[in-house]
């Protein structure tokens, strides 16, 4: 089955620490997201890729890292200058930018920072 | 104002009537409007979207654009307990850089038996 993969499910994190969140998709759609979901808040855009080694900083880039060396796969650091790191990450794809609308989610990543 | 505004809720429905879920966006040049369901702890999913003014028809669920009043509507028919979820409507706009989506905050939606 196609779809997006995301791992790992739940992570806890130190403070000053950084961690990496794993995307991976089958689905041969050539752009991929990062979004940022908090509690009473609308997704947020954080990085996103058009291409293979390309990628664009969203709404709320700081402190969070990106690479897209293979089409599958967009992983995302969380690193410890991101101040706020707790919260939702979903990683999304779609055909193209151009169809940045018609988006597919992965499961979703839970980050708590101790 | 935000550029996106939906009502948080909770909508409570009884099983079988009609929820209507209404969202308002603040740019004249958004061009595609789409609502997503998103269970608790989970992912979104797209259910329905709408590029032009009207009405759009998927099975129970209707999605209505108005975009000289600036809103898109969704609503659900036959309302069941497994609806209850909470709905978020994203735009689109084209920008300098491509086209760019935002969310708004969700409103939540109860069918109760």
């Known amino acids: 089955d196609g779809g997006i993969t995301q791992s790992p499910k739940y992570l806890f994190r130190k403070e000053g620490q950084n961690v990496t969140l794993s995307c991976e998709q089958n689905?041969?759609?050539?752009?991929m997201y990062w979004y940022r979901q908090d509690p009473g808040q609308g997704l947020r855009l954080i990085y996103y890729?058009?291409?293979?080694?390309?990628?664009q900083k969203g709404d709320i880039a700081e402190g969070y890292s990106v690479s897209r060396e293979k089409k599958e796969s967009f992983p995302l650091t969380v690193t410890s200058a991101q101040k706020n790191p707790t919260a939702f990450y979903l990683c999304?794809?779609?055909?193209?930018?151009?169809?940045?609308?018609?988006?597919?989610f992965g499961e979703g990543s839970r980050l708590t920072v101790l | 104002q935000k550029e996106v505004e939906q009502n948080s809720g909770p909508l409570s429905v009884p099983e079988g009537a009609i929820a209507s879920l209404n969202c308002t966006y603040s740019?004249?040049?958004?061009?595609?409007f789409f609502w997503y369901r998103q269970y608790s702890g989970k992912s979104p999913e797209l259910i329905m979207f709408?590029?032009?003014?009207g009405d759009k028809e998927d099975g129970r669920f209707t999605a209505q654009l108005n975009k000289a009043s600036q809103y898109v509507s969704l609503l659900i028919r036959d309302s069941q307990p497994s609806d209850s979820a909470t709905y978020l409507c994203?735009?689109?706009?084209?920008?300098?850089?491509?086209?760019?989506?935002?969310f708004g905050t969700g409103t939540q939606l109860k069918v109760e038996l």
């Open positions: 999304a794809s779609s055909i193209g930018t151009r169809y940045s609308g018609e988006l597919f």
């Open positions: 689905l041969n759609h050539d752009a």
């Open positions: 890729s058009q291409i293979v080694n390309d990628f």
């Open positions: 740019d004249r040049g958004s061009q595609s």
């Open positions: 709408i590029y032009s003014n």
């Open positions: 994203a735009v689109s706009r084209r920008t300098g850089g491509g086209n760019k989506l935002t």
